[in-house]
């Protein structure tokens, strides 16, 4: 391997755009995909007495008419999961989960008025999980008190610190949940903010330990997609990492990710090269999208060759997860 070396310091600086910064939708996304790995890895006695023979359910309609009611405000990273208990009984019960990336005042108020008002609404047991993703070492919230001339309320929650886990580290590169690996993924976003050499080795030691952990291609996919989105690198770093992947998929004989993955994120780069030629980089989607998902409909014809090419730049980056037609034209 080749170590990246960075060719100027506006480049350095230039490393985490905004929007990268914000880890809202791979930790979304990613625990959606996997929720009974996360529950393994942040809340085990939980992961126990769940029945996962039975299908897990994420509520959302519930979930926004219970932010609604409750005038709880922008709770992007809420997700409320209906589980079936294993004990036996026909049971089922709800799981409440937060994932805050920074000090939110009152937060656990905002807990305690989540667990009351989604026990109101299912009259269910609530199980409520806070993950904590700051870099705030002291801000560890965990209950909810309220007392007056003799009435008073004690709340209690789980509270997960990802911070604490920056002194095992070992211990999570040899952990076999991948929840480990987005741990350490998180963790080593937030140590090379702005030191693109340091974030491009880690990024590509991470990668490579998802073909030696033994996980499926799926998997594989789901956590590249993380590792990808909160570790961002500038596009001549990202071009020399895609060119080590390649290689080393090709030694290993598992291309996961360097097929038609790769030809999709290589739209995007066509399309900055050639900045007038929508027609060319329109013509190489549909065939693209032909090849993943079969005959495509003229109003799609339509849509793509009638786009501007930051739209088809958007959608070709998209093509390299989805697993359907909604989820390339997702905004």
Known sequence: MQPYRQKSKHLQSHTDHCQNNEFDTPWKEILEANFKDFMAFFLPEAHDGIDWTR??????????RITREAEIGDRRMDKLVKVWQRDGVERWALIHVEIQGDRKPNFAEGMFTYHYRAHDLQKRPVVSLALLTDDERGWRPSEYRHELWGTGIQFKFNCIKLLDHMESQAEL???????????????????????????????????????????????????????????????????????????????????????????????????????????EASAMLLTLLGYKFGQIADSVTAQVTGAEKELIEKWSKNLMFATSLDDVFAT
Not at 55 to 64: I, M, R, V
Not at 191 to 202: A, G, I, N, P, S
Not at 209 to 238: C, E, K
């Open 55 to 64: 299908e897990h359910e994420f509520l959302d309609q519930e979930l926004a």
């Open 173 to 279: 590169e040899h952990s076999s949940n991948p929840f480990a690996l987005v741990t350490l993924a998180h963790l080593h976003a937030k140590r090379t903010k702005h030191l693109t050499e340091d974030r491009y080795r880690v990024k590509w030691q991470l990668i490579r330990s998802l073909y030696q952990r033994g996980f499926d291609r799926q998997m594989v996919i789901n956590l590249f997609r993380f590792i990808d989105w909160v570790l961002h690198l500038p596009t001549d770093a990202d071009k020399q990492l895609w060119k080590e992947m390649i290689n080393f998929e090709e030694t290993q004989k598992m291309p996961y990710l360097s097929t038609l993955e790769r030809f999709s994120i290589e739209i995007g780069e066509q399309i900055g090269e050639k900045r007038g030629r929508q027609q």
